[in-house]
C-alpha cells in the first residue's frame, strides 16, 4: 500500500487528474486527437483549424485512455488499501 502524503487525501487530487483526462479520452478521443494536431500545426504553414486526425490516432486516444483509467483505479485502490 502507498503511504499517504500529511495531507491525508492530498494523493486524490492527481489520481482526479489523471481520471479526468483518461474519461476525457475515452469519452471524446476525437476531440483530444484533433487538439493535438491542431498544437502540432502551430508553426508550421498549415492552417490549425483544417487540421484532421487520423483514425489511427483516434483509436490509440482511446485505448491509452482506458488504460490511464485502469492505472488510477490501480492507485485508488492500493491507496485505499481495498488490494494489497
Known sequence: MLASP???LLWAVPILLLSLVGGLMVA???SVAKFNE???AIGSTRNHRDVEPAD???TAY??????VLFAALAVVLDVTGVVG
Open 28 to 30: 471524446r478521443p476525437y
Open 56 to 58: 489511427w490516432a483516434v
Open 38 to 40: 491542431q498544437m502540432d
Open 6 to 8: 500529511a495531507g491525508g
Open 62 to 67: 482511446r485505448i491509452c485512455g482506458v488504460l
